[in-house]
C-alpha cells in the first residue's frame, strides 16, 4: 500500500510540477497578449496561438503521469 | 472551398455622370473601391462633392448634440430623408440648426448657473468664517493705525504665546476649523512685520475675504441672502436639466436617424476623394464578386445612359484582393472562427467548411454527456432568443450542443452517471474506466485531423510553389510519420518488413522536407510530436468534467441518507455542482476545440491575413 501512495505521489509530482511550469510562461505571454491586442485587436489569433503553446507541457505532465500510474499496475 | 471569386473592375466615365454613379454603386454595395493614390496613372484625385462641407458642419452639429442629450439606442435607417421627418437636406439642416440653438441656451443657462453656484459656496465659506470668528461684516475695514491678518494656523495658543513674546497691544480672534483654527489678528501696523513672521512660524495660511469686502450688514442676513439665492439657482438648473431630458426624448429617433443619414449622405460626398480624375472623366477601380459583375454594368448603363465604361479584369499576381467567404448556409456560422483568427488570403483555401465538422466533433467529445449536451442545447436557444447580439457565438455552439448529446449516448453518460434509474446506460467506450483507450483515440484523431492540414497545405503551395515544393514541403510530412511508424512496427516485429524500409522512407521525407523548407524544416520534426500529443487533451479536459460530475454525485449520494435535511443540501450540491462543472466544461470544450484548430490544424497549411471585402455603401466601422 505504501508503495501505491509513492506512485500516486510521483504521478502528481509529474502533472502539478509540469501545470505550474506552463502556467508560468503562460502568465507572462497572457499579459503581453492582452496588451498586444488592446493596441490592436486583430492580434487576437496570433496572440491565442502564442498563449496556449506552454499548454504542451502539462500535456507531457498527463502522459507522464499515466505512464508512471501503469507502471505501478503492471 | 476558396473564398468568393472576385473581378477587378475599373469604371470610367464622364464627370458629369459622376454623382449618378456615386448613388448607384452606393445603391448596389457590390464594389469594394480601392483608394486611387495621387500620381499613380499620371491622375489626380477627385474633389469631393459641393455639398460635403455643408453635410460635414450638419453631421458635426448632430453629433455634439446627441452626445450633450445623451442620444443611445439604435434606429434602422429606411427611405432618407423622409424617414427622419423632412423632404430635404435644407429642411434637415433647419432643424438641427433650431435643436442647436435650443440646446445650446439651456446649456450655456447651466453653466452660468454653475459659475454663479461656485462662487456662492466661496462666498459662503467666507461668511462662515467670518460667523464662527464672531465679527462682523465690516471688522477688516476703514483702520489707519492696524494692520489686520485672517486666516488659519494649526495651533491658536501657541500662536497667543509668541504674540505677547512680541508686542501686548494686539486683540486675536480664534474660533475651531476642521483643521486647526481660523483666526482674526489685528496689530498695531508698526508690529506688522513681526508679527506676520509669529504667524508663518506657527503654519498661518491667509483666507482672502474677497467676495464680502463689500458687503454690508449683518453676517447671518448675508447668509441668508447667500442661500436664498443659492436654492433659486439650484431650481434653476434643475429645471435646465429637465427640458435637456426632455429634449433628448423628443428628438432621440431624430438624431439618430439623421445621424445616420448624413453619414451616408456624406460617404457619397466624399466618394471622388477615392477616384481618379482628368479634366472631364474619372475612373473608379475596385473589386466585385464576378458573379455580381453583369448586374453591376448593367445598373450602372440604365442609371448614366449607357454614357459608362465597365472593365473586368481577372486578379493577376499580388494584388491584394479583398476577401469574402463564401460557405454554403449550415457551415456560415462557422465564419465567425476565421474573422476571430484571420481571413483566408484570396487564393488559400478557406477552412470554414472543414472546421464545420471537425469543431463540433471535438467539442462533443470533450463535453460528452447527455444531460449537460441537452442543457447547453436548450439554454443556447434561449439565449439567442434573449440577447440577439450573442447570435455568432451560439449558432456556433448549438451545433457542437447537439455533437456532445451524441457523444453523451456513445459515451453512455448523463451528468456524470453511468445508469439511469437502475438501468446501466448502453455505451462504447466508458469514459471514466478505459483512460489508456480515450487518449489513444484522442492522438489517433489529431493523427487524422494534422494530416489533413498537411494535405490542405499541399493543395495551397500547388497553386502558387509548383508540384515538386507542395509535395515536399507538405506531403512530405505525411510520408515521415508514415515511415516512422513502419519503422517501429517492424523493430517490435508486428509486421514482416526489415526496419530499414521504413527508416529510409523516413530519412528521404526528411531530405525532402529540408529541400523544400531549408534547415527550419526538420527543426519542426519534434513539433510534429508534440502537436499529435496536444491532442491527448480531446480525452484529458474531457475526463476530468466526468471525474469532476462523479465526485458531485457521490457527495450527494452520501447526504441523501442524511434525511430530510441532508435531503434538501443534497439537491444544493447537485444543481451548484453541476452547474459549475457545466460552466467550466462550456469554456474549456471550446477553448481548447479552438485551438486544437487554431494551434495545431491552421499552422499546416493557413497563412490567412487577407483584408475583408467591404463593399462601397456598407457601414465601414
Not at chain 2, 65 to 92: D, Q
Not at chain 2, 174 to 192: C, N, Q, Y
Not at chain 2, 219 to 231: G, I, N
Request: net charge positive.
Amino acid at each position: 500500500m505504501a508503495e501505491a501512495g509513492i506512485v500516486a505521489i510521483g504521478a502528481a509530482l509529474a502533472i502539478g510540477i509540469s501545470a505550474m511550469a506552463a502556467a508560468i510562461a503562460e502568465k507572462e505571454i497572457g499579459s503581453a497578449a492582452v496588451g498586444a491586442m488592446a493596441e490592436k485587436e486583430e492580434t487576437f489569433g496570433k496572440g491565442l496561438i502564442l498563449t496556449v503553446i506552454p499548454e504542451t507541457l502539462v500535456i507531457f505532465g498527463l502522459v507522464v503521469a499515466i505512464l508512471i500510474l501503469n507502471l505501478a499496475k503492471g | 472551398m476558396l473564398p468568393e471569386r472576385m473581378k477587378k473592375v475599373t469604371v470610367i466615365g464622364p464627370k458629369a455622370v459622376m454623382e449618378k454613379t456615386v448613388k448607384e454603386l452606393h445603391k448596389l454595395k457590390a464594389v469594394h473601391v480601392i483608394d486611387h493614390q495621387r500620381g499613380e496613372l499620371e491622375l489626380d484625385i477627385g474633389s469631393p462633392f459641393e455639398k460635403a462641407g455643408r453635410l460635414s458642419e450638419l453631421l458635426v452639429a448632430i453629433r455634439s448634440v446627441s452626445s450633450v442629450l445623451g442620444i443611445s439606442g439604435k434606429k434602422e435607417l429606411s427611405n432618407g430623408f423622409r424617414a427622419v421627418g423632412v423632404r430635404n437636406l435644407v429642411e434637415l439642416e433647419r432643424a438641427a440648426r433650431t435643436l442647436n440653438a435650443g440646446v445650446n441656451t439651456i446649456m450655456s443657462g447651466l453653466k452660468s448657473a454653475d459659475e454663479e453656484l461656485k462662487r456662492l459656496g466661496i462666498k459662503d465659506a467666507q461668511l462662515s468664517f467670518l460667523k464662527n470668528l464672531g465679527l462682523g461684516l465690516a471688522a477688516f475695514s476703514g483702520y489707519r493705525s492696524l494692520a489686520c491678518f485672517a486666516g488659519t494656523v494649526k495651533d491658536a495658543k501657541k500662536l497667543r504665546q509668541s504674540l505677547l513674546a512680541i508686542t501686548d497691544r494686539f486683540e486675536l480672534f480664534t474660533s475651531e476649523e476642521k483643521s486647526g483654527f481660523g483666526i482674526a489678528l489685528f496689530v498695531s501696523l508698526e508690529k506688522k512685520g513681526e508679527a506676520a513672521e509669529a504667524l508663518a512660524r506657527n503654519g498661518f495660511s491667509e483666507v482672502q475675504l474677497t467676495e464680502v469686502k463689500d458687503l454690508s450688514g449683518s453676517v447671518p442676513a448675508a447668509m441668508e441672502a447667500v442661500a436664498r439665492k443659492k436654492e433659486k439657482l439650484q431650481r434653476q438648473k434643475e429645471s435646465g436639466e429637465k427640458s435637456l431630458l426632455r429634449l433628448g426624448r423628443k428628438w432621440n429617433d431624430f438624431l439618430l436617424l439623421a445621424e445616420q443619414l448624413i453619414s451616408i449622405e456624406l460617404e457619397k460626398a466624399q466618394a471622388p476623394l477615392r477616384f481618379a480624375v482628368s479634366k472631364g472623366t474619372f475612373v473608379v477601380t475596385g473589386w466585385v464578386p464576378s458573379k455580381e459583375l453583369g448586374a453591376l454594368e448593367e445598373r450602372l448603363n440604365m442609371a448614366t445612359g449607357e454614357r459608362i465604361f465597365v472593365d473586368a479584369a481577372l486578379p493577376h499576381h499580388g494584388d491584394k484582393v479583398p476577401v469574402k467567404l463564401s460557405n454554403p448556409g449550415h457551415a456560415k456560422p462557422f465564419e465567425f472562427f476565421m474573422r476571430l483568427y484571420a481571413l483566408p488570403r484570396y487564393d488559400e483555401i478557406d477552412p470554414t467548411s472543414f472546421m464545420f465538422i471537425t469543431f463540433p466533433l471535438f467539442f462533443g467529445f470533450i463535453l460528452g454527456d447527455i444531460g449537460y449536451g441537452l442543457v447547453t442545447f436548450f439554454l443556447l436557444l434561449w439565449l439567442k432568443g434573449r440577447i440577439p447580439k450573442s447570435a455568432p457565438l451560439v449558432n456556433v455552439v448549438i451545433p457542437a450542443s447537439v455533437s456532445s448529446i451524441i457523444f453523451g449516448f456513445l459515451f453512455g453518460e448523463a451528468f456524470g452517471f453511468e445508469s439511469v434509474f437502475g438501468t446501466e446506460l448502453p455505451r462504447l467506450l466508458s469514459r471514466a474506466h478505459a483512460i489508456n483507450e480515450l487518449l489513444v483515440i484522442s492522438v489517433v484523431i489529431g493523427l487524422f485531423h494534422i494530416n489533413l492540414g498537411f494535405i490542405l497545405g499541399f493543395f495551397n503551395e500547388l497553386r502558387h510553389k509548383g508540384l515538386f515544393k507542395a509535395f515536399a514541403g507538405k506531403l512530405s510530412w505525411v510520408f515521415l510519420e508514415l515511415g516512422v511508424a513502419l519503422a517501429v512496427l517492424s523493430i517490435m516485429g508486428r509486421i514482416g518488413l526489415p526496419a530499414y524500409v521504413g527508416g529510409g522512407a523516413a530519412v528521404l521525407a526528411v531530405m525532402l522536407i529540408t529541400m523544400a523548407e531549408g534547415f527550419r524544416g526538420p527543426i519542426e520534426i519534434p513539433g510534429l510530436l508534440s502537436n499529435l500529443m496536444s491532442y491527448a487533451r480531446l480525452g484529458a479536459v474531457g475526463l476530468s468534467s466526468v471525474i469532476l460530475a462523479v465526485v458531485i454525485n457521490d457527495m450527494a449520494a452520501e447526504m441523501f441518507h442524511g434525511g430530510v435535511i441532508g435531503s434538501v443540501a443534497a439537491v444544493i450540491v447537485l444543481f451548484v455542482g453541476h452547474t459549475i462543472n457545466l460552466a467550466l466544461g462550456l469554456l474549456g470544450s471550446f477553448l481548447h476545440s479552438l485551438r486544437l484548430h487554431y494551434v495545431e490544424f491552421f499552422t499546416k497549411f493557413f497563412e490567412g491575413g487577407a483584408i475583408p471585402f467591404r463593399p462601397f455603401g456598407t457601414k465601414t466601422g
